[in-house]
Protein backbone atom coordinates (compact mmCIF):
# COMPACT_ATOMS: atom_id res chain seq x y z
CA UNK A 1 0.00 0.00 0.00
CA UNK A 2 1.01 3.80 0.33
CA UNK A 3 0.79 6.06 -3.04
CA UNK A 4 2.42 9.58 -3.73
CA UNK A 5 -1.34 10.94 -3.48
CA UNK A 6 -1.12 9.89 0.30
CA UNK A 7 2.28 10.52 0.84
CA UNK A 8 1.39 14.28 -0.24
CA UNK A 9 -1.47 14.12 2.18
CA UNK A 10 0.91 13.52 5.20
CA UNK A 11 2.66 16.29 5.54
CA UNK A 12 -0.21 19.12 5.73
CA UNK A 13 -3.67 17.33 6.94
CA UNK A 14 -4.11 13.72 7.92
CA UNK A 15 -5.35 11.93 4.63
CA UNK A 16 -6.81 8.81 5.53
CA UNK A 17 -6.45 5.39 3.37
CA UNK A 18 -9.64 3.62 3.10
CA UNK A 19 -10.19 0.36 1.88
CA UNK A 20 -13.74 -0.68 0.21
CA UNK A 21 -14.91 -3.96 -0.30
CA UNK A 22 -17.76 -3.71 -2.85
CA UNK A 23 -19.51 -6.59 -4.21
CA UNK A 24 -19.56 -7.31 -7.86
CA UNK A 25 -23.71 -7.41 -8.40
CA UNK A 26 -24.96 -4.06 -6.62
CA UNK A 27 -22.23 -1.91 -4.69
CA UNK A 28 -19.53 -1.87 -7.66
CA UNK A 29 -22.25 -0.78 -9.89
CA UNK A 30 -23.35 1.93 -7.56
CA UNK A 31 -19.19 2.93 -7.49
CA UNK A 32 -19.38 3.06 -11.50
CA UNK A 33 -22.31 4.74 -11.86
CA UNK A 34 -20.81 7.74 -9.03
CA UNK A 35 -17.80 7.77 -11.10
CA UNK A 36 -19.97 8.12 -14.80
CA UNK A 37 -22.06 10.74 -13.01
CA UNK A 38 -19.33 12.42 -12.46
CA UNK A 39 -20.09 12.80 -8.86
CA UNK A 40 -17.30 14.38 -6.84
CA UNK A 41 -16.22 12.36 -3.48
CA UNK A 42 -12.84 11.73 -1.53
CA UNK A 43 -10.04 10.09 -3.40
CA UNK A 44 -9.25 8.36 -0.11
CA UNK A 45 -11.16 4.78 -1.11
CA UNK A 46 -9.40 2.30 -2.93
CA UNK A 47 -11.99 0.21 -3.80
CA UNK A 48 -11.47 -3.77 -4.21
CA UNK A 49 -14.27 -5.78 -5.99
CA UNK A 50 -15.76 -9.14 -5.03
CA UNK A 51 -17.82 -11.44 -6.40
CA UNK A 52 -20.55 -10.57 -2.98
CA UNK A 53 -20.10 -9.41 0.22
CA UNK A 54 -20.55 -12.89 1.58
CA UNK A 55 -16.86 -13.55 0.09
CA UNK A 56 -15.39 -11.22 2.56
CA UNK A 57 -13.79 -13.02 5.21
CA UNK A 58 -13.24 -11.27 8.33
CA UNK A 59 -9.11 -12.16 7.65
CA UNK A 60 -9.60 -9.44 4.86
CA UNK A 61 -10.62 -6.56 7.26
CA UNK A 62 -7.98 -7.87 10.13
CA UNK A 63 -5.50 -8.02 7.55
CA UNK A 64 -6.60 -4.22 6.06
CA UNK A 65 -5.70 -2.99 9.35
CA UNK A 66 -3.01 -4.42 9.97
CA UNK A 67 -1.21 -3.43 7.11
CA UNK A 68 -2.25 0.07 7.87
CA UNK A 69 -5.83 0.62 6.65
CA UNK A 70 -7.28 3.87 8.43
CA UNK A 71 -10.59 2.27 7.95
CA UNK A 72 -12.12 -0.25 5.95
CA UNK A 73 -15.69 -0.19 4.36
CA UNK A 74 -17.44 -3.10 3.19
CA UNK A 75 -20.56 -2.47 0.86
CA UNK A 76 -23.49 -4.99 -0.49
CA UNK A 77 -26.84 -5.25 -1.95
CA UNK A 78 -29.40 -4.65 0.09
CA UNK A 79 -31.06 -7.21 1.93
CA UNK A 80 -33.06 -9.57 -0.23
CA UNK A 81 -31.53 -8.23 -3.60
CA UNK A 82 -28.39 -10.35 -2.83
CA UNK A 83 -27.31 -12.20 -6.00
CA UNK A 84 -26.79 -15.14 -4.29
CA UNK A 85 -29.59 -14.76 -2.02
CA UNK A 86 -28.12 -14.52 1.62
CA UNK A 87 -24.60 -13.61 0.68
CA UNK A 88 -25.27 -9.84 2.49
CA UNK A 89 -26.93 -11.65 5.52
CA UNK A 90 -23.67 -13.35 6.13
CA UNK A 91 -21.71 -10.64 5.66
CA UNK A 92 -23.83 -8.82 8.14
CA UNK A 93 -23.57 -11.22 11.05
CA UNK A 94 -19.68 -11.81 10.57
CA UNK A 95 -19.39 -7.60 10.59
CA UNK A 96 -21.08 -7.58 14.23
CA UNK A 97 -18.33 -9.73 15.36
CA UNK A 98 -15.43 -7.83 13.26
CA UNK A 99 -16.67 -5.08 15.05
CA UNK A 100 -16.61 -6.85 18.48
CA UNK A 101 -13.24 -8.17 17.62
CA UNK A 102 -11.95 -4.84 17.00
CA UNK A 103 -12.97 -3.20 20.26
CA UNK A 104 -11.08 -6.30 22.02
CA UNK A 105 -8.09 -5.36 20.36
CA UNK A 106 -8.33 -2.02 20.99
CA UNK A 107 -8.73 -0.29 17.52
CA UNK A 108 -12.05 1.97 17.48
CA UNK A 109 -14.89 -0.14 16.06
CA UNK A 110 -16.07 3.02 13.86
CA UNK A 111 -13.33 2.28 11.54
CA UNK A 112 -15.14 -0.79 10.19
CA UNK A 113 -18.34 -0.33 8.43
CA UNK A 114 -21.27 -2.08 6.49
CA UNK A 115 -23.37 -0.96 4.20
CA UNK A 116 -25.76 -1.62 1.55
CA UNK A 117 -25.24 0.33 -1.97
CA UNK A 118 -27.38 -0.79 -5.13
CA UNK A 119 -26.64 -0.24 -8.15
CA UNK A 120 -28.70 3.21 -8.91
CA UNK A 121 -27.39 4.57 -5.87
CA UNK A 122 -24.19 6.49 -7.23
CA UNK A 123 -25.41 9.34 -5.52
CA UNK A 124 -25.39 7.38 -2.22
CA UNK A 125 -22.16 5.98 -2.47
CA UNK A 126 -20.43 8.93 -3.08
CA UNK A 127 -22.55 10.85 -0.03
CA UNK A 128 -20.95 7.08 1.86
CA UNK A 129 -17.71 7.96 0.92
CA UNK A 130 -17.52 11.54 2.02
CA UNK A 131 -19.33 10.83 5.41
CA UNK A 132 -16.80 7.69 6.19
CA UNK A 133 -14.07 9.45 5.49
CA UNK A 134 -15.01 12.53 7.74
CA UNK A 135 -15.71 10.01 10.66
CA UNK A 136 -11.77 8.57 9.98
CA UNK A 137 -10.67 12.03 10.11
CA UNK A 138 -12.05 13.25 13.12
CA UNK A 139 -10.59 9.56 14.39
CA UNK A 140 -7.29 10.00 13.25
CA UNK A 141 -4.78 8.08 11.61
CA UNK A 142 -4.68 4.30 12.35
CA UNK A 143 -1.75 3.25 15.25
CA UNK A 144 -0.79 0.85 12.97
CA UNK A 145 -0.16 3.52 9.70
CA UNK A 146 3.54 3.11 9.48
CA UNK A 147 3.53 -0.47 9.15
CA UNK A 148 1.42 0.37 5.55
CA UNK A 149 4.63 -0.38 3.35
CA UNK A 150 5.51 -3.54 4.83
CA UNK B 1 -0.80 0.17 23.44
CA UNK B 2 1.99 0.26 21.22
CA UNK B 3 2.34 -0.37 17.51
CA UNK B 4 3.70 -4.16 17.96
CA UNK B 5 1.07 -5.22 20.57
CA UNK B 6 -2.05 -4.13 18.65
CA UNK B 7 -0.35 -6.00 15.45
CA UNK B 8 -0.07 -8.76 17.53
CA UNK B 9 -3.86 -8.59 18.90
CA UNK B 10 -4.78 -8.13 15.21
CA UNK B 11 -2.59 -11.38 14.34
CA UNK B 12 -4.51 -13.33 17.27
CA UNK B 13 -8.36 -11.74 16.02
CA UNK B 14 -7.16 -13.47 12.52
CA UNK B 15 -6.02 -16.28 14.09
CA UNK B 16 -9.63 -16.62 16.24
CA UNK B 17 -11.29 -15.85 12.81
CA UNK B 18 -9.36 -18.72 10.66
CA UNK B 19 -10.11 -21.58 13.56
CA UNK B 20 -11.96 -24.37 13.01
CA UNK B 21 -14.71 -23.67 15.70
CA UNK B 22 -15.26 -20.25 15.36
CA UNK B 23 -15.74 -20.63 11.36
CA UNK B 24 -18.04 -23.41 11.93
CA UNK B 25 -20.21 -21.84 14.24
CA UNK B 26 -20.63 -18.43 12.39
CA UNK B 27 -21.18 -20.69 8.94
CA UNK B 28 -24.13 -22.53 11.20
CA UNK B 29 -25.51 -20.01 13.68
CA UNK B 30 -28.20 -18.57 11.32
CA UNK B 31 -29.36 -22.46 10.51
CA UNK B 32 -28.75 -23.36 14.27
CA UNK B 33 -31.71 -20.13 14.82
CA UNK B 34 -33.96 -21.65 12.11
CA UNK B 35 -34.47 -25.09 13.53
CA UNK B 36 -34.82 -23.51 16.80
CA UNK B 37 -32.01 -25.20 18.67
CA UNK B 38 -30.98 -21.72 20.29
CA UNK B 39 -32.95 -18.34 20.52
CA UNK B 40 -30.83 -15.41 18.24
CA UNK B 41 -30.02 -14.39 21.48
CA UNK B 42 -28.85 -17.43 22.92
CA UNK B 43 -26.11 -17.79 19.43
CA UNK B 44 -25.18 -14.54 20.22
CA UNK B 45 -24.04 -14.68 23.43
CA UNK B 46 -22.32 -18.32 22.53
CA UNK B 47 -20.72 -16.64 19.44
CA UNK B 48 -19.49 -13.69 21.36
CA UNK B 49 -17.90 -16.49 24.62
CA UNK B 50 -16.37 -18.11 21.63
CA UNK B 51 -15.18 -15.84 19.68
CA UNK B 52 -13.49 -13.96 22.90
CA UNK B 53 -11.80 -17.55 24.17
CA UNK B 54 -10.59 -18.14 20.57
CA UNK B 55 -8.85 -14.57 20.36
CA UNK B 56 -7.56 -15.08 23.87
CA UNK B 57 -5.82 -18.68 22.37
CA UNK B 58 -5.17 -16.82 18.84
CA UNK B 59 -3.47 -14.59 21.18
CA UNK B 60 -1.47 -17.07 23.04
CA UNK B 61 -1.06 -19.04 19.28
CA UNK B 62 1.04 -15.82 17.93
CA UNK B 63 3.52 -15.52 20.44
CA UNK B 64 4.38 -19.09 20.30
CA UNK B 65 4.61 -18.65 16.59
CA UNK B 66 6.81 -15.72 17.03
CA UNK B 67 8.72 -16.42 19.81
CA UNK B 68 7.92 -20.03 20.60
CA UNK B 69 8.44 -22.51 22.81
CA UNK B 70 7.12 -19.95 25.58
CA UNK B 71 6.16 -21.36 29.39
CA UNK B 72 2.45 -20.61 30.98
CA UNK B 73 4.00 -17.82 33.24
CA UNK B 74 5.84 -16.24 30.67
CA UNK B 75 2.60 -16.29 27.74
CA UNK B 76 0.60 -14.63 30.71
CA UNK B 77 3.35 -12.23 30.90
CA UNK B 78 3.11 -11.58 27.40
CA UNK B 79 -0.71 -11.55 26.94
CA UNK B 80 -1.93 -10.44 30.56
CA UNK B 81 -3.54 -13.03 31.07
CA UNK B 82 -4.18 -14.77 34.22
CA UNK B 83 -1.76 -18.09 34.58
CA UNK B 84 -4.60 -20.09 35.60
CA UNK B 85 -6.33 -19.52 32.17
CA UNK B 86 -3.79 -19.53 30.07
CA UNK B 87 -2.82 -23.07 31.54
CA UNK B 88 -6.88 -23.92 30.29
CA UNK B 89 -6.46 -22.84 27.18
CA UNK B 90 -3.53 -24.64 26.47
CA UNK B 91 -4.32 -27.98 27.61
CA UNK B 92 -7.61 -27.43 25.15
CA UNK B 93 -5.39 -26.29 22.37
CA UNK B 94 -2.91 -29.25 23.36
CA UNK B 95 -6.26 -31.48 23.14
CA UNK B 96 -7.20 -29.80 20.03
CA UNK B 97 -3.73 -30.80 18.72
CA UNK B 98 -2.84 -27.33 18.13
CA UNK B 99 0.15 -27.34 20.64
CA UNK B 100 2.63 -29.69 22.50
CA UNK B 101 4.60 -30.08 25.10
CA UNK B 102 8.59 -29.36 23.60
CA UNK B 103 11.14 -28.93 26.36
CA UNK B 104 11.44 -27.97 29.63
CA UNK B 105 12.15 -24.35 30.80
CA UNK B 106 13.48 -24.53 34.59
CA UNK B 107 10.49 -26.08 36.73
CA UNK B 108 8.04 -25.09 33.80
CA UNK B 109 7.12 -27.59 30.73
CA UNK B 110 7.65 -25.05 27.59
CA UNK B 111 5.11 -25.10 24.31
CA UNK B 112 5.12 -25.16 20.99
CA UNK B 113 2.74 -24.93 18.15
CA UNK B 114 2.18 -28.59 16.70
Request: aromatic share 8%.
Amino acid sequence: MGSSGEEKGRGDGFEPLIVAFCCNWCSYAGADLAGTSRIEYPPNVRIIRVMCSGRVDPIFILEAFRLGADGVLLTGCHPGDCHYIDGNLKAEMRARYVKMCLEEVGLEPERFRLEWISASEGVRFAQLIKEFTETIKRLGPSPLRRGRNE
Amino acid sequence: MNEEELRAKLRAASEAFSGERARWLLGRSRYVVEVGKLSPGEARELITKILEEELERGWIMSELKRDGPLTVPELSERTGLPKKKVMWHLICMMREGRVAISGKKGDYYAFSPA
